[in-house]
């Protein structure tokens, strides 16, 4: 990912002014994991998978085996 | 060891002698107040403290006592809170430049609670600007000190909670964990502190640092007064529709002493990768100790923790850089660089990544606890890789290394706030420069009832927790 599309994000999408190296140092964090968890979610994430499970999984994890 | 018995006592101990009457709350007040006035500079872990409220509320309690009321679980016992925690009319600066004369209009269900029990509150305790350091780092207030040594840092970002408590300025104090800032203090301190299951504890009046991962939770000498406290403040709360309705146990009737036939797992791997010798040693005496009370130590595997990590650093991020967007805008200058670097990465990830983390949430909960605790009732893990890193270390040097040493110190507790899982730090022996190094006991949901009685079982047959740092010998 290129620091200058994140200057755009910035200042077109968040509307912060940023100086370039604080873009690039997002960059090097962002990009890794950005990469990580898409791909991940590909993989893993099922259509009915709902943020509500984790909720209902603390209530009632499955016993110990 | 001390000779004055007020630096022996714990909480419940303390709370038990002044409803017997051996000692009234505001002598043991006075004490306090005395203590935080003369070893507090040096550590830096206050920021206000309201020695006249606390002196008439000791007096009040001893008053009532005196005419035959019976004063609550902590009646007259004297506490001191990390300064994230509202209270009406005053002030509440999170740690920070830009919330320092914020005053808000009402008051945090949790200090309601302790207080309706009978707790005093001294005042607000030092914290990391925003919650976002694991250090302790503060530039607008200055570090908090680690009592063992002041040259290092106290953890965060609870810090003062920490410090004060390790110091015996206070008997006990809550902090807030979003990655491990009570279990960060609790370790780098030798005290105790328990994070507890997400959705365990009310965050009503609590300032948010990622709605996802925030925890309230005890910091406090030993188990028993951590059990103490999470079953004062626990428990389900109308104001704030993330606590669990499930019943809060009676903490302290668990704490039997008893884990014969407890499984306690041990996963290698991801959470051994920066242990050190002296690390490594401590862990091993912990769990021999566990093992010679009974309990089955088992080797466990773990899923990838890489991933859980990022799913941990992208809420984290995006929830924080959605609180401080405004003042990223307008008063981007008051923060420190170290903490603006840790909100900014979540300006620029996609809806959907943070989606997906949320929705994959229960998917890696329920992997976790099939495979790490699949045959294990909780797991035993380093609190800490390191030895408690000096200030210099994680303030200067290249960025590079700082970062490394801060990685280094969430290594091993970050992704379990992901999970949502209750976990407690607990003192376990000194590096040979004289700094606490703690183990991390990790529990299934809601079980904090099995971590605090393992903990305190440990306790009963070690004395880390007891012992004292120098400068509460000063």
């Known amino acids: 990912m290129k620091s200058d599309l994140f200057g755009e994000i910035a200042a077109e999408l968040q509307g912060i002014e940023m100086p370039a190296e604080r873009l690039a140092r997002a960059a090097a964090i962002v990009a890794p994991m950005n990469e990580k968890i898409a791909a991940a979610a590909l993989a893993r994430l099922g259509f009915d998978d709902n943020p509500a499970d984790f909720a209902a999984l603390l209530a009632c994890p499955a016993p110990r085996r | 060891m ?209 709605w996802s991962l925030d925890c309230v939770g005890p910091i406090a000498q030993n188990a028993r007064d951590c059990a103490r406290l999470l079953a004062l403040v626990a428990g389900s709360d109308a104001s704030d529709g993330h606590t669990s309705a499930i019943a809060v146990p ?21 959470y051994y990768e920066l242990v050190t010798p002296e690390v490594k040693r401590a862990l091993d005496e912990s769990l021999a100790v566990l093992r010679e009370r009974g309990a089955i130590i088992v080797s466990t595997e773990l899923p990838d923790m890489g991933l859980i990590n990022a799913m941990m650093h992208l809420l984290l991020a995006v929830e924080a850089a959605t609180l401080h967007r405004r003042w990223l805008i307008e008063r981007p200058q008051d923060y420190a660089d170290q903490v603006r670097a840790r909100i900014e990465p979540g300006l620029y990830y996609p809806a959907t990544r943070y989606a997906e983390a949320l929705a994959l949430r229960a998917r890696l909960t329920q992997e976790y606890l099939e495979v790490a605790m699949a045959d294990a009732d909780l797991l035993h893990l380093p609190a800490i890789s390191i030895p408690v890193p000096s200030i210099v270390a994680t303030t200067e040097g290249s960025p590079a290394d700082v970062a490394q ?7 091993c507790t970050r ?60």
């Open chain 2, 2 to 210: 001390s000779g004055d018995p007020l630096l022996s006592l714990g909480l419940v101990e303390l709370a038990e002698a002044i409803a017997r009457g051996d000692i009234s709350s505001e002598r043991v007040t006075r004490h306090c107040l005395e203590r935080m006035d003369r070893i507090g500079p040096r550590l830096n872990c206050s920021v206000a403290i309201d020695a006249e409220a606390a002196l008439e509320a000791a007096r009040d309690g001893d008053l009532r006592r005196a005419r035959g009321e019976r004063l609550g679980p902590l009646g007259g016992v004297p506490m001191a809170h990390k300064d994230i925690f509202y209270r009406a009319g005053r002030a509440c600066a999170g740690g920070s430049k830009i919330r320092r004369d914020f005053v808000p209009d009402h008051t945090a269900t949790v200090l309601s609670r302790l207080e309706s029990a009978g707790a005093l509150n001294l005042g607000r305790l030092v914290m990391s600007e925003f919650a976002l350091s694991p250090t302790g780092y503060n530039e607008h207030y200055g570090h908090c000190r680690n009592p063992w040594h002041i040259d290092h840092c106290s953890g965060g970002s609870s810090s003062g909670s920490g410090a004060s408590v390790a110091a015996r300025l206070v008997y006990g104090s809550l902090g807030t964990d979003s990655g491990g800032s009570i279990r960060h203090p609790a370790a780098m301190c030798g005290v105790t502190g328990l994070k507890p299951t997400y959705g365990r504890v009310s965050r009503t009046g609590v300032m948010p640092l990622a």
């Open chain 2, 250 to 270: 009676d903490y302290e009737a668990a704490l039997s002493g008893d884990i014969r036939g407890l499984r306690i797992g041990v996963p290698r791997g991801y």
């Open chain 2, 405 to 411: 040493a801060i990685n280094a110190v969430t290594h």
């Open chain 2, 415 to 474: 992704g379990i706030n992901y999970l949502g899982l209750p976990a407690i730090s607990v003192p376990a022996g000194f590096s040979p420069d004289g700094l606490p190094i703690g183990f991390q006991l990790v529990g299934r949901p809601f079980d904090e009832a099995t971590l605090l009685r393992t903990a305190d079982a440990y306790q009963r047959d070690t004395d880390w927790h007891r012992r004292l740092p120098p400068t509460a010998l000063q």
